[in-house]
């Protein structure tokens, strides 16, 4: 299934966590959250782990990620998303 909007929003004290379930250390790589063309997403006081990249925006799409930590990943926010640490 298809989402076209996504809106997580956490408070300072008790962020939004992305991770996956996985046990194993190793095994806890995952792709990060993509939003595609025409899709539309805020994403405030969250923490994505293991996720690389953590989050992709497409080329026309509205994203605003703010006060968003990324764990363990090896690039944050790919794409024209609109992010303010």
Do not use: K
Not at 5 to 16: N, Q, S
Not at 61 to 75: D, R, Y
């Amino acid at each position: 299934r298809v989402y076209r909007d996504l809106r997580a929003t956490g408070t300072t004290i008790d962020p939004v966590q992305f991770i996956t379930n996985e046990a194993r250390e190793e095994n806890r790589n995952w792709s990060g959250i993509l939003f595609m063309d025409g899709s539309s997403g805020s994403i405030d006081y969250v923490r994505i782990h293991h996720a690389s990249p953590s989050v992709s925006c497409a080329e026309g799409t509205q994203v605003l990620i703010t006060h968003t930590s990324f764990v363990f990943g090896n690039l944050a926010v790919f794409g024209p998303c609109s992010y303010t640490p």
